[in-house]
Structure formats: structure tokens, C-alpha cells
DNA sequence: AATAATCGTCTTCTATAGTGGACGAAAAAA
DNA sequence: TTTTTTCGTCCACTATAGAAGACGATTATT
């Protein structure tokens, strides 16, 4: 177990950054990292270190052990459940689970939203990605710009171009939906 | 979200380095990182780079992603079960969940071990920690240098001075064992 | 087509990560 | 005690991470 770690990193940054539409110049302006670093470190031409993956992920909102997390899960196949990151809000509880082995072209995603809880999500984080919300339980309400749409169990809504939207359950209880999204 | 992972990084390295009584000349030679290098990292005073943290955690035998999860809980107090570093060792399909918010000075592990897998333990990674093992469900036996303890649902075994120990499941169902251990 | 943005890479330079070896302090051995 | 070993830190030097800006290529505007 000596596997250096740097160009599954490198092949993560460039996904996580694709996958909002983030130029290399966006990217540097959220992150304080030059674009030239960020371009060496995608092509396999630098080792960043702690301080850098720390700035560059958290312009991901994602803690730095599950950007890692996903980077080391490259070359897997199978995802089991013990296996697969997590990451919980600790203000709102609002949990993510990385299902799909990462560097697939078709992502899932299984997030479970506290009741009352509301997650705003910026059109910048969607750009250039195509993705539909499967409801598996519990009531969502989503909004997608000035449109508001109403789910509850069993529904799928396919999102339209970017646009800010909101994550809110106004039930009682958690609900649990699935994202899928594919790159490109 | 822009914390510097450094300071957390740099309290993890020295835990793991001093949980397995390891110096820092004998880190140096099972990483490949020089000795002053480490020395410089552990007091803070530099940012390592990813391919070294991954020659690091290589020698802990530990996924960088793990060194990572419990870095980031250095000043939780609580450790949800979903939040929980868990790693798998692909080829025997043993897993081991830290349950110990880190950096406490008693830490448990949630230990489960397939039926007929054996998985050795060298004596360097046990010196200077004080450890018990306690069988929650199935069969374990433990060998620890000559001495074979046979342990079944219940029983708990108090470690002797290090040893080459191996850890076998003779059962069919898995075994499922707490690892408690404290520093120093 | 011509102009103007915007993209990622390349170039230059500085800050610092990383190495090998020396050093003093503390512990172990005699 | 004196000697010897082992520990972590400090020093000088080299390799490279990282920043700021220039550059050609591509794409969008007019």
C-alpha cells in the first residue's frame, strides 16, 4: 500500500470542476489556487500539498477526506455500502452518500433532507450537467429558479438549464431522494 | 468552508506514529520520507505534499482518505454512525469502523472478520498501547506469538507485552470484535 | 470575416517542501 | 559515573510547489 495518490487526485479535481462548469479561472478565484498550479496538478505535473487540496476543496464544499475518498475509488467496480463516502451538514443534518463507483459517467447520489430543513444550491453548481430528483420517500419541495415543484414519493423531476434552486422538505418527516447526473 | 487541514494533519501523523511506537528515523524508513521532513510536518511548520502524505499512510497502512477522515474529527465529540471512518480490505473482505471521535485517549474499533479469513498483526504495531479484545458475535481465535486464545460471543482478552499476533475467524458466520486501546 | 472574449497551457520567478547530515539532550548500557 | 545509543530538532542545500502574467487556440459577438 505505497500507491501515490497524485493522479487520482488529479483525475478527481478535474471532474468535481467539470462537472460544475468551473473554468480553470473560476475555479482559481473560489479556491485562492493560480490557475497554472490547478492546471499542472489536473495533468499529473505537480504533487499539491495539504494546504492547497484543503482551499481547492473546500471552493467544493466537500471535506477534504471525501474528495479523497472519491479520488481513491477510481479504479473500483463494485461500491459496497460500508465503502461508499458520506457526508452529513452538522448545522442541518442534511447526509449525502456517494453511491456510484466514482469516475463513472452516471453518478447517484442518495441524500436524505431533515424535516424543515432548506439547502440552497447556486446555477453555477449545475452547469453543463444533466440530472433528474427521484423521490423514494418523504415530501420535497423543489425550486428551480421561479418555479416551484411539489414531490412526494415515487415522483422524478428532470431539471431544466441551470438555474438557483432550493432543496426544502416541509414534511415531518426525513425525506430521501436520489440525484442522478452525468457529466458532459 | 476554507480550513487549513495542516494543524489536524500534523496531531493525526504524531497519534498514529506514537500509537505504534514508531521514532521518527523508524517512520522515515517504512515511508520513505526523511526523518526532519516528518519532524517539520508534526510540529506544523510545513504543508506536506499529496505524494508524501500518500507514502505516509502507505507505512500506517491506512487509505489517505481514512488519515484524512480522522484528522477532520480531531474536535468533534460526537461520532454519528454514518460519519464513522470505515475501510475495507478488498482482497478478505475484513472491515474495521473507528468509533472514537479521534484524538481521545481511548479509542474503539468496530471490527468485523469474514468466516476463515486470517489477517496477521506485526508487534511493532502494538508497542506502547495497551489493548483489549472483546468478541461481540461469533468465534475468534486469537494467536498472540505462541499463545492461542480461543474466544467465543462474550469473552474479552486483555493483551500481554507485544507480540506477532493473528487474528482467524474458524467459524462460518463472521466474527464481530471491539478493539479498545489507549495511548502512551 | 473581423473583433473580442475566454479557454488551457507555457514561461519566469519566488517561496517553500523535502533531503542528508550535524548537533545537543536524554535515556540506556557499561 | 562514564560511555554509548537513540531521540527529536536544526542547518545548509536542492528540488519543486505555487503565483503572476504572457501566449496561441478556440469560441462567441458584431
Not at 64 to 77: G, N, Y
Not at 141 to 167: K, R, S, W, Y
Request: net charge negative; with cysteine; aromatic share 6%.
Amino acid at each position: 500500500m505505497e500507491n501515490d495518490p497524485v493522479q487520482a487526485i488529479a483525475m478527481r479535481l478535474k471532474i468535481e470542476r467539470e462537472a460544475r462548469g468551473w473554468s480553470l479561472a473560476e475555479l482559481a478565484e473560489r479556491s485562492g489556487v493560480s490557475k497554472a498550479m490547478i492546471s499542472k496538478i489536473e495533468r499529473n505535473e505537480a504533487s499539491p500539498t495539504a494546504t492547497v487540496l484543503g482551499r481547492l476543496s473546500g471552493a467544493f464544499g466537500l471535506p477534504l477526506s471525501v474528495l479523497l475518498a472519491l479520488a481513491e475509488r477510481a479504479q473500483e467496480r463494485v461500491a459496497l455500502q460500508a465503502e461508499q463516502p458520506v457526508w452529513t451538514d452538522p448545522e442541518t443534518g442534511y447526509t449525502r452518500r456517494a453511491v456510484s463507483p466514482a469516475n463513472s459517467p452516471l453518478e447517484l447520489l442518495d441524500v436524505s433532507l431533515p424535516s424543515g430543513v432548506r439547502v440552497p444550491y447556486p446555477a453555477s453548481a449545475f452547469a453543463f450537467q444533466h440530472q433528474q430528483i427521484w423521490v423514494l420517500s418523504g415530501r420535497l419541495d423543489f425550486q428551480e429558479g421561479t418555479v416551484m415543484h411539489h414531490l412526494t414519493e415515487g415522483d422524478c423531476l428532470l431539471l431544466g438549464p441551470p438555474a438557483d434552486c432550493v432543496f426544502f422538505n416541509p414534511g415531518k418527516e426525513p425525506a430521501r431522494y436520489v440525484v442522478a447526473l452525468t457529466r458532459r
